[in-house]
């Protein structure tokens, strides 16, 4: 089993960045797939991004391509999102998520792929 997490969340203004990290526990957390959601006020639970076992392949929702990226330190056990560019719907609560298994596209964006979740770090992006 592995534990996660989250840190980094905060209030930006638009325009900024940020960066998320996510402190994995558990001595296979190289196994994993790493993913982050996030969930705004009254919306369901959104796919951010995912990464691989080995920190070389991500998926990313059109919504932050090119502006989020998705990393991973595995000698750390530390998954991080760095946030660029935020926008007034960057806003949200963010969740770090692990799955031990790979996935195609279609089920990596889905929230309940995923068996291991943090309590989530809230951030909020001003105008």
């Known amino acids: 089993q592995v534990q996660l997490v989250e840190s980094g969340g905060g209030l930006v203004q638009a325009g900024g960045s940020l960066r998320l990290s996510c402190a994995a526990s558990?001595?296979?957390?190289?196994?994993?797939?790493m993913a982050w959601f996030r969930q705004a006020p009254g919306k369901e639970r959104e796919f951010v991004a995912r990464i691989d076992r080995a920190g070389i392949s991500a998926y990313y929702s059109d919504s932050v391509r090119g502006r989020f990226t998705i990393s991973r330190d595995n000698a750390k056990n530390m998954i991080y999102l760095q946030m660029n560019s935020l926008k007034l719907e960057d806003t949200a609560v963010y969740y770090c998520?692990?799955?031990?298994?790979?996935?195609?596209?279609?089920?990596?964006?889905?929230?309940?792929?995923?068996?291991?979740w943090g309590q989530g770090t809230q951030v909020a992006v001003s105008s």
């Open positions: 558990g001595p296979t957390f190289s196994n994993y797939f």
């Open positions: 998520a692990g799955d031990s298994r790979p996935r195609t596209y279609e089920y990596a964006v889905k929230s309940s792929t995923y068996g291991y």
